[in-house]
């Protein structure tokens, strides 16, 4: 798994990639939560996973719970296939903000 984080337009991009599973799970988790609690909106880009399990999707799940507490945007960015597909069946894509590109993302958020 890949990991790196910028920022854009004032939000942070993290972008993420390879394979988030149970083994990746906690360290992505950990990545999202510290993000969030550094304020910003934030934009999850998934164009390189190449796999996501329940796990994965779980760290996801919570991240958005966190940030929409805090106030705070949390959407998702060039979504895999391979991924988009998991968030279809669990009907996830209807509770998480998806975006085609950055571009769009950046201009959605304002």
């Given at each position: 798994?890949?990991?790196?984080?910028?920022?854009?337009?004032?939000?942070?991009?993290?972008?993420?990639?390879?394979?988030?599973?149970?083994?990746?799970?906690?360290?992505?988790?950990k990545?999202?939560?510290?993000c969030?609690?550094?304020?910003?909106?934030?934009?999850?880009?998934?164009?390189?996973?190449?796999?996501?399990?329940?796990?994965?999707?779980?760290?996801?799940?919570?991240?958005?719970?966190?940030?929409?507490?805090a106030?705070?945007?949390?959407g998702?960015?060039?979504?895999?296939?391979?991924?988009?597909?998991?968030?279809?069946?669990?009907?996830?894509?209807?509770?998480?903000?998806?975006?085609?590109?950055?571009g769009?993302?950046?201009a959605?958020?304002?």
């Amino acid at each position: 798994m890949s990991e790196a984080v910028r920022e854009e337009q004032g939000r942070l991009v993290i972008e993420l990639g390879g394979e988030i599973d149970l083994d990746r799970a906690p360290e992505v988790r950990k990545l999202l939560l510290d993000c969030v609690g550094r304020g910003r909106d934030l934009l999850v880009d998934l164009s390189q996973v190449t796999y996501i399990d329940s796990s994965g999707i779980a760290s996801l799940v919570e991240a958005l719970q966190r940030a929409d507490r805090a106030g705070l945007g949390l959407g998702l960015v060039s979504v895999s296939a391979e991924a988009l597909r998991v968030f279809e069946l669990a009907r996830l894509d209807k509770v998480f903000a998806i975006h085609s590109d950055l571009g769009s993302a950046l201009a959605a958020a304002g």
